[in-house]
Nanobody, 117 residues
Framework: QVRLVGSGGGFVQAGGSLRLSCAAS????????MGWYRQAPGKQRELVAF???????NYAESVKGRFTISRDGANNAVNLQMNRLKPEDTALYSC???????????WGQGTQVTVSS
């Protein structure tokens, strides 16, 4: 049984920074990719960023240059550093894990990120 526990998020003014973390426990050997999706009210869920076991990263165009995803191998976790946040980044962020980013077999609890203008 795999469990993902997300943390971080919160409320920040535009231009500020927040950090999300997601730790995996249990039989996580089936996870090759971890990352975050987000969903804002009235919008479809979108992939924000992911990182593979080998360290390959991918970002949504809207966050490139502002967000950085990284692995914390010692703690079997990933982190998402979000800088220069914009009001349009406001959403519920959910961490995921699976064999690939389009196969999110596991989900952590959602974390709200709110950016005020």
């Amino acid at each position: 049984q795999v469990r993902l526990v997300g943390s971080g998020g919160g409320f920040v003014q535009a231009g500020g920074s927040l950090r999300l973390s997601c730790a995996a426990s249990g039989s996580s050997s089936t996870i090759n990719v971890m990352g975050w999706y987000r969903q804002a009210p009235g919008k479809q869920r979108e992939l924000v960023a992911f990182i593979t076991f080998a360290g390959r990263t991918n970002y949504a165009e809207s966050v490139k240059g502002r967000f950085t995803i990284s692995r914390d191998g010692a703690n079997n976790a990933v982190n998402l550093q979000m800088n220069r946040l914009k009001p349009e980044d406001t959403a519920l962020y959910s961490c995921m894990g699976g064999p690939d980013y389009y196969i999110p077999n596991y989900w952590g609890q959602g974390t709200q990120v709110t950016v005020s203008s």
